[in-house]
């Protein structure tokens, strides 16, 4: 079947960094652009960052640029978020999710074109 699944959540205290892991199975990222989402308690999901199929273009929302970085390492059919400075309000469930070939910057415009989601890793920013 077609998975994802995410891991490296945890609590984490304000300034500090966190690298989560989205690993697909039944499918190949190399032709899927991947999103990853996020939402908080009382709060709209939201994009948060975008990878295209090859890795060759990223998208940020203004809120983690220059703080958060998306890569992927098809080899090992993972994508990944590297998250630093990282703030109290950046506390949510964090989410990824793929679709068939798309713009780069889907995540930020729309999510309800993945097809394909995560179960959600906790990402909690508190002294």
């Known amino acids: 079947q077609l998975q994802l699944v995410e891991s490296g959540g945890g609590l984490v205290q304000p300034g500090g960094s966190l690298r989560l892991s989205c690993a697909a199975s039944g499918f190949t990222l190399d032709d899927y652009t991947i999103g990853w989402f996020r939402q908080a308690p009382g709060k709209e999901r939201e994009g948060v960052s975008c990878?295209?199929?090859?890795?060759?273009?990223?998208g940020y929302a203004d809120s983690v640029k220059g703080r958060f970085t998306i890569s992927k390492d098809n080899a090992k059919n993972t994508v990944y978020l590297q998250m630093n400075s990282l703030k109290p309000e950046d506390t949510a469930i964090y989410y990824c999710?793929?679709?068939?070939?798309?713009?780069?910057?889907?995540?930020?415009?729309?999510?309800?074109?993945?097809?394909?989601w995560g179960q959600g890793t906790q990402v909690t920013v508190a002294s």
């Open positions: 990878i295209s199929s090859i890795g060759d273009n990223t």
């Open positions: 999710a793929a679709v068939g070939p798309a713009p780069y910057r889907l995540c930020l415009i729309r999510s309800n074109e993945f097809d394909y």
